[in-house]
């Protein structure tokens, strides 16, 4: 059974970081596709960034240079360090396990695509 656990969430105020921690079990890094999500208030759910299982990785361009998705092998953890935070930021975010597509540009995804999700946490950015 595949379990995604996300923590480290919390407020933050502008500029400040956070780093965000997927614990994983049932599933491992070469098994495919892992990657972040998130989802505003009253907006869809959209990719973050996403890992491959060579290690290979790729962001959207509004956190391109800010966010950089990581994991650690040995403790099957995935990891999302977010730094320079906006409020545009704000948002609940999840770990996904076994995604399709491993790109940032996935065009027409939808969360029955993703094979395993995590629960999600809460980011919020304030001035």
């Known amino acids: 059974q595949v379990q995604l656990v996300e923590s480290g969430g919390g407020s933050v105020q502008t500029g400040g970081s956070l780093r965000l921690s997927c614990a994983v079990s049932?599933?491992?890094?070469?098994?495919?596709?892992m990657g972040w999500f998130r989802q505003a208030p009253g907006k869809k759910r959209e990719v973050v960034a996403v890992i491959e299982t060579d290690g290979d990785t790729d962001y959207i361009d509004s956190v391109k240079g800010r966010f950089t998705i990581s994991r650690d092998i040995a403790n099957n953890t995935l990891y999302l360090r977010m730094s320079s935070l906006k409020f545009e930021d704000t948002a609940i975010y999840y770990c996904a396990a076994d995604l399709p597509v491993c790109h940032s540009l996935w065009v027409g995804w939808s969360p029955d695509h993703v094979g395993y999700w995590g629960q999600g946490t809460q980011v919020t950015v304030s001035s």
């Open positions: 049932g599933y491992t890094y070469d098994s495919g596709c």
